[in-house]
């Protein structure tokens, strides 16, 4: 949309009154018209442009609004989404990752010290490989790793390494914490592992995240990096919203 145009457009309904728009008056005539009412009221432009950015704002907040509620139940309660943190938790923490994003990486520690500081936290994770084939890998190795009980500290395991999660790297990992890796290899084709990482694309679109990590903390949408403090407090704002 051309914000000048419809800036323009705005201003003539805030300045003029509607029979005059109505009346049949030619728009040069308006245009002399709006032209002589913001020369006489030049303030009334700045007002037209800050009701016009807040109708804009409360329309991107509506439509935000809307998304989580069409998202909510699979967002939370996705049976094929690895649950960490209590599962009976009052509020839900939902973070799209990769193992290969260094930001997810540092997040770790963060996350970790939200689920000691916050005992009634339930944590959802959404595998989103987006950084390579590496990426893929090591995502589709941490969901079949749930078939032998290990996800939780295989995923700390990989979010610990250090360079990039490829099959090697990966595969060493999973030996290293006692993972059976042929089952584990067989297990990365099993069709809830690809519609684990489908609707975790799916997810991702919808809510218009465009990288890792990105959380979802009740009705906040929550792009890139972010320290315990915040995630705690974004924690207590949706639990009392709750009540």
């Known amino acids: 949309m051309n914000l000048k145009r419809t800036t323009w457009a705005f201003a003539a309904c805030a300045v003029l009154p509607f029979a005059a728009l109505a009346d049949g008056m030619e728009e040069s005539r308006i245009k002399e018209l709006v032209l002589e ?11 037209a442009v800050a009701i016009l950015e807040q109708r804009q704002v409360a329309a991107a907040e509506l ?15 996705d049976p094929n989404a690895p649950v960490l ?15 290969n994003c260094p930001y997810c990486r540092r997040a770790m520690d963060e996350v970790q010290g939200l689920l000691e500081a916050d005992p009634n ?17 090591a995502a589709k ?8 009980g290990k996800y939780e500290e295989f995923h700390w395991a990989m979010m610990g390494m250090s360079g990039r999660a490829e099959e090697a790297s990966v595969m060493r990992i999973a030996a290293e ?15 809830e592992v690809q519609e684990h990482l489908v609707t ?9 995240f465009n990288g890792t990590p990105s959380f979802v903390i009740g009705d906040d949408l929550v792009p890139g990096f972010v320290e315990q403090s915040q995630l705690i407090e974004l924690v207590e704002t949706n639990r009392k919203a709750a009540e």
């Open 37 to 47: 009412t913001i020369r006489e009221n030049p303030g009334i432009v700045m007002e």
């Open 63 to 77: 439509a935000r609004a809307d998304l989580l509620s069409n998202n909510r139940d699979i967002l939370e309660k």
């Open 85 to 99: 943190g209590n599962p009976e938790g009052d509020v839900t923490v939902v973070e799209f990752f990769d193992y």
């Open 121 to 137: 936290v339930r944590l959802v994770y959404r595998e989103w490989p987006i950084l390579g084939e590496g990426s893929v890998f």
């Open 141 to 148: 190795a941490a969901l079949a790793s749930r078939k032998q």
């Open 177 to 191: 914490i006692g993972l059976d890796v042929g089952q584990l290899r067989r297990d990365m084709e099993a069709p």
């Open 200 to 208: 975790s694309m799916d997810l991702s679109k919808s809510l218009g």
